[in-house]
């Protein structure tokens, strides 16, 4: 390949492979971009265009051209060797700007980042170099009087659309944290970009490598923030008298590195929820800091003191008064005294000189109890969680609250982080984009689970996606057959004990999670946001667990040879399990759907007749339409439209047992469904009994006008039905 050289008489030669190309493919020195962009000056190897077509009278194929050969090429040898061409450039098409070639310099670069997307590229210089293209187009589109084109207005919205949003005042945070806390120390990051640009992060630290430092600051650059390296060393910490390791008090040293008047500090063992402007437009007037009550303290020792998890420093006051070694001297000499390190030094530095902040702003799981303490209007979840307590989310069979938020921002790749761009605070419908998953528990101390790996996974043709909470010890009565029956429920498994090898073992099911309790408030959050229990531990019921449950509204389920006195429990003979499994399917529709509610359907038509029994159920997912003339007659049976089923004219619902119709699945006029029929002698006619067998419709079928479909006729997913008849033999 052959590079235009125009200046100096220096020669060499580099070798490319199909990554490092792209690292330079928008390289400025020596106008290396515009050698390996231009399509000419080039020495190609033939076979690379077997594979390549063009488009006729397409403009600007040196963009397409070069990328798709680059991606084929094993290697690419560049030569820095000056070569003469003369050309005449009259009717140059990059000098006459018109829409058409407006377009193709665009479409170009879409056509690249698209393909380079596809298969894993990084995308950052790319898209800034599209963002630039876009800037070229207009600037010479409105030279060339296309101001008021369709195309001229269309990059405009594009480029207003990827402006970074930038501030020239950021935002100082404050983090204190060794490399051991690395992981930490990401997701806290992550969890305060995914709401917040224009961040000036600052790293207090003793070991973090300077790498580590270059390389998030690449990641940041694209939400207007940057991380500062506040290294702190032995040469600095002499500067102050001290006899204690400084890696104990980090935050002491904010005034030395923070430039702002004003800083958040926020430990690393916290995620934030929510955009944090109204935090820092706290007016903090004369006081050093503002924080939030420590209500543990309050309640286990009796002091009003706040907690340093989160501070809201005033930085000049801190600079002023020296701040940081009036905490060292009091460190030096209260050290050994103090029973919480820091947070004790700091309390006693500024008793009574600190302004309090919401409970929202420092929401310490294990202290919501002893706080007076209501979710705001408009949020999910606290704007901090703290999750402060030896029981960190990150830790193996720990149950902690909000512990499903640290791993969601824990999870967040950083080219997701931008999907937020208008900084809504944190919403379930975030962590569950698709349906919030049901959950399930099951408590013990014992040693034996009945068939729970079995129930687990026997319903792989349950219509949803649910995941169930299920907290069980050891011994589970058929816990192996819950584990298969119940494929498509999450179930999260705890206890007040350690976990036997054979429990650990069920965590080979993507769906089980082992959890230990530890205390009142960790079982009332699992009460709280558990759906159902499952009574099927053997040997004592543990904490009462069966009447919480029953207190608080909630079903509960038991074998015959498990379930714990009489409370209310619905029971299953542990020699049929597939009775269980069948009830807990049926309980998850009516939660799930809702039950007897026809109201629910999209009523396009009229003369709709819906005869529902007092013992029948109804139960009607989301968007179900039905045309004109329907018939919906349910005797003691249970009839279940999944989401998005359209039913079409003058269809008949006869039900004495079950009939489920799977999701987004349509029917043409006149269906019809019979889930019973008589017993075939005069006598029994007479008397007037029936025999039935349930009726299931998968998932995205089409059954054809006129179609009838009897009892016990099961029709699998994504299938067409035109016969007049469907029966159990067919």
Not at 333 to 348: F, G, R, Y
């Amino acid at each position: 390949m052959f590079y235009f050289h125009i200046s100096g008489d220096s020669y060499y030669e580099k070798v490319y492979d199909n990554v490092s190309i792209f690292e330079n493919l928008y390289e400025t020195q020596e106008m290396r971009s515009f050698a390996l962009i231009s399509a000419w000056g080039k020495l190609y190897k033939a076979r690379l265009f077997e594979q390549l077509r063009f488009d006729m009278g397409k403009l600007g194929e040196d963009g397409y051209l070069n990328q798709k050969v680059y991606l084929l090429s094993e290697k690419v040898i560049y030569l820095n060797k000056s070569l003469y061409a003369y050309r005449i450039r009259k009717g140059s098409l990059s000098r006459i700007w018109t829409e058409k070639w407006m377009h193709a310099l665009v479409d170009a670069m879409s056509e690249r980042i698209t393909l380079l997307a596809n298969m894993g590229y990084p995308l950052e210089k790319h898209l800034a170099i599209y963002r630039q293209m876009l800037e070229f187009s207009l600037s010479n589109g409105q030279a060339s009087g296309l101001s008021d084109t369709a195309t001229y207005k269309e990059f405009e919205m594009k480029k207003n659309q990827l402006t970074v949003q930038e501030s020239s005042e950021k935002k100082a945070i404050v983090l204190a944290a060794n490399y051991a806390y690395v992981d930490q120390v990401l997701t806290t990051i992550k969890s305060i970009c995914y709401h917040n640009r224009s961040l000036r992060f600052y790293l207090i630290h003793s070991d973090f490598p300077n790498e580590w430092i270059k390389q998030l600051n690449k990641r940041l650059e694209k939400f207007d923030s940057e991380i500062i390296n506040c290294r702190v060393t032995s040469e600095q910490i002499s500067c102050y008298k001290s006899d204690i390791s400084y890696t104990v008090f980090l935050r002491y040293f904010i005034a030395d590195f923070v430039q702002e008047d004003k800083a958040l500090y926020l430990d690393c063992d916290l995620v934030v929820t929510k955009n944090l402007d109204d935090l820092f437009a706290t007016d903090l007037q004369d006081y050093p800091l503002a924080a939030v009550r420590d209500f543990g303290g309050r309640a286990y020792f009796g002091q009003e003191i706040f907690n340093a998890g989160v501070l809201l420093v005033n930085n000049a006051f801190w600079k002023k008064e020296n701040m940081t070694q009036k905490l060292i001297d009091l460190t030096n000499e209260w050290h050994d005294k103090v029973d919480q390190a820091d947070q004790s030094i700091l309390n006693m530095l500024f008793e009574h000189k600190w302004l309090e902040l919401d409970f929202d702003y420092n929401h310490i799981v294990i202290h919501k109890q002893f706080a007076d303490y209501q979710l705001p209007e408009g949020q999910d979840y606290p704007a901090i969680i703290h999750y402060l307590s030896h029981r960190k989310p990150w830790k193996d069979l720990a149950a902690q609250t909000y512990r499903e938020v640290w791993w969601y921002y824990h999870g967040l790749e950083w080219t997701e982080l931008g999907q937020n761009h208008h900084l809504h605070p944190l919403q379930r419908s975030h962590i569950y984009p698709i349906k919030e998953p049901f959950t399930c528990l099951i408590y013990t101390a014992s040693d034996h689970i009945e068939q729970i790996e079995t129930l687990v996974q026997s319903l792989p043709d349950i219509q949803f996606k649910i995941a169930a909470r299920v907290i069980v010890s050891d011994q589970i009565e058929e816990l192996d057959y819950l584990l298969e029956s119940l494929s498509n429920i999450c179930f999260h498994i705890a206890a007040p004990v350690q976990f036997s090898e054979k429990i650990r073992s069920l965590e080979t099911n993507y769906n089980v999670r082992l959890r230990t309790i530890t205390n009142e408030e960790e079982l009332n959050f699992l009460v709280d946001t558990c759906d159902f229990l499952l009574d099927i531990n053997h040997f004592q019921e543990v904490d009462a667990i069966v009447s919480k449950f029953v207190q608080a509204g909630k079903s509960v389920f038991a074998f015959d040879n498990t379930v714990h006195g009489n409370q209310g429990q619905e029971v299953f003979l542990s020699s049929t399990p597939d009775k269980l499994v069948s009830r807990v399917r049926d309980y998850l529709n009516e939660v799930r759907l809702g039950t007897n509610h026809q109201e629910k359907i999209i009523q396009d038509g009229t003369w709709n007749v819906f005869k529902i029994d007092d013992k029948a159920h109804f139960i009607v997912g989301a968007n179900v339409a039905c045309r004109n003339f329907e018939n919906f007659h349910v005797s003691s049976g249970k009839v279940i439209l999944h989401d998005g089923v359209f039913i079409n004219n003058s269809c008949s619902f006869n039900c004495m047992e079950r009939i489920e119709i799977g999701a987004g699945t349509m029917m043409g006029e006149g269906v019809r469904f019979y889930d019973h029929d008589h017993i075939y002698t005069a006598e029994k006619i007479e008397k007037w009994q029936w025999t039935t067998e349930p009726i299931r419709v998968g998932r995205d079928c089409w059954i054809g006008s006129n179609v009838t479909i009897l009892k016990g006729v099961t029709i699998g997913d994504n299938t067409i039905h035109y016969w007049s008849r469907l029966s159990h033999t067919q």
